[in-house]
């Protein structure tokens, strides 16, 4: 069977090495807030050539502190791609606002085209999402946001490690959230997330807000360090485990993505022809491919198919925001999300991750195009 994801691989390979950290990091006594997440924060910032920043205990978690801290309430309104996970949603409403749903493009990203109908005067933020690994258009987008005195927090869960225009994402909005959910380019055993920002304020209030708005950064504040609120927060650590396992990784990532663009080659390679829609490189992009993303009439009966010869595959997401039942209520015009909705029903991904062979590249394609054969 080869499987669309497995961590047991990588965990066999470096067992011993990451069983050792670990306990060393327990033995010192720390769970929380020690020298680990220090460490893997100072890491993370200089691989990501971030100015400020702070780990949290999730993706999610990095978006709604982001909105916490732009000051979002009961009333605004946040611009998001309709094809994003429901992180993205569940942050903006928990949050106390509204998401406003817009439609993607062909390569999966929100269409730009589209946002500035959809602002008026309750909309406060923008939240591009960096999905499958590929960078929205962030210079256009950014004038967008500009032009409408709008705050922009790029999701960027999907794109640790890409770049727009030669610069990593999460240095062009006024947050980058990212997330280390395993499955993630950067995963963790665990959860965890990570917000940036390049405003040494927004900085200081995010460090407060993940805590319970407790201030440990501010030494001339009167309740430095004290077990008092300054402003309501919540509760989100990432432990001293997650950050150990995490500083191990972050120092293979360069190789992880090379590993994930030269898969992503092969099946391109392979597949040339084949009557599938591939993903294509965006001009200025440099795409990590945590995806490898392809589009066909008959997703579903090839997916089927592949499984029955031993091929695991996912559909990322089966079903539009505006589809699901928690979120009918968002009251969208039918017709304007058309594309995600067309592009939710073709799409699925083909297995992708480091310890994948290049030979399981090649098994994969012999079967998938026999299969196209088949259902063409």
Known sequence: MINFWTYKKEYRKYRKKIINKIDKTI???SIFFGDELKSFEKNFLKTNKSRYGIAVGSGT????????????????????????????????????????????????LIDLKKIQKEINSK????????????????????????KNRLKVVEDCAQAQGAKFKKK?????????????YPTKILGAYGDGGFITTKNFELYKKIKRLRFYGIETLDK???????YYSNENGVNSRLDEIQATILNFKIKKLKYSISRRRNLALMYKRYLKNSGLILPREIKNNFHVYHLFTVYHKKAQQIIEKLKKKNVTCRIIYPYPIQKMKAYS???????????????????????LYPDLKYKDIQVICNKLKKILAEVS
């Not at 209520?329 to 297995?351: E, M, Q």
């Open 329 to 351: 209520n968002l009251k969208l015009s039918k017709g304007d999300l058309d594309n995600s909705v067309i592009k939710s029903k073709g799409i699925f991904c083909l297995p």
């Open 123 to 146: 909309t406060k933020v923008i939240i591009p999402v960096h999905l499958y690994g590929q960078s929205c258009q962030m210079d256009k987008l950014l004038k967008i946001a500009k």
């Open 61 to 108: 978690d990095a978006l709604l502190i982001s909105l916490m801290a732009l000051g979002i309430k009961k009333g605004d309104e946040v611009i998001t791609a309709a094809n994003t996970a429901i992180p993205t949603i569940s942050a903006i409403i928990n949050a106390g606002a509204t998401p406003k749903l817009v439609d993607i493009d062909d390569d999966y």
């Open 27 to 29: 033995s010192k006594g």
């Open 168 to 180: 990593y994402l999460g240095n062009y909005g006024d947050f980058g959230c990212f997330s280390f």
């Open 220 to 226: 001339k504040n009167k309740f430095f360090n004290k």
